[in-house]
């Protein structure tokens, strides 16, 4: 009843008046320690009824920002954007490196093949078998080097820069990023990009 009254700028004496009660009846009310007569409660709900019709609910506007959050607005702005900007850039210098990655150990994947059929073609102990069987280990180190383990990490830490980048461009368009989304674009970049040539191909 008090919501309702403070709602209409009323007084404990005015809103009496309205329902046909005391001053002193509303104060005890409000407190909780008596109970409206039933003709009086009556006018309550009819008032509330009225009020909802009437969509008399103040509705909640949030103060304007002050100066100093104005600023701390801006440098929230300023840092997620560099924070943007700083991942897109390392993302990028690590795809790169990735994908050289990838050139190079599909080069030692053609070097080992070749050096595999060509050894063939000498018995074992002569000179050029023994050539190409130091190239074919060679190649074979190479290839352990290049291979998944290097290849994963990388991707992991491409796939961090970028739900980073996401997050950061999500916050300043002013949306949130549920975490899932996240993850599963992280899961689905880590299972689409690293795609490791197999070495016994």
Do not use: C, W
């Amino acid at each position: 009843m008090k919501s309702v009254r403070k709602l209409l700028h009323l007084s404990q004496r005015q809103y009496g008046i309205l329902i046909g009660v005391s001053q002193t009846a509303i104060a005890l009310y409000e407190k909780g320690e008596r109970k409206l007569p039933g003709e009086a409660f009556d006018k309550v709900l009819a008032l509330q009824l009225q009020i909802e019709q009437l969509d008399l609910s103040p509705s909640v506007t949030p103060p304007p920002p002050t100066r100093k959050q104005q600023e701390q607005f801006l440098k929230v702005e300023e840092l997620l954007d560099t924070q943007m900007r700083r991942a897109a850039a390392k993302a990028l210098k690590l795809q790169r490196r990735l994908m050289k990655i990838k050139q190079q150990q599909q080069h030692f994947l053609q070097l080992q093949k070749l050096a595999r059929q060509l050894k063939e073609q000498y018995v074992a102990g002569s000179l050029h078998r023994n050539l190409f069987d130091k190239m074919d280990r060679n190649a074979t180190m190479a290839l352990e080097f290049y291979g998944g383990p290097i290849q994963m990490i990388l991707a992991y830490k491409i796939g961090m820069l970028l739900a980073r980048e996401q997050i950061a461009k999500s916050l300043l368009s002013g949306n949130s990023l549920p975490l899932k989304d996240m993850s599963d674009s992280l899961e689905e970049y880590i299972q689409n990009d690293l795609n490791p040539v197999k070495l016994n191909q």
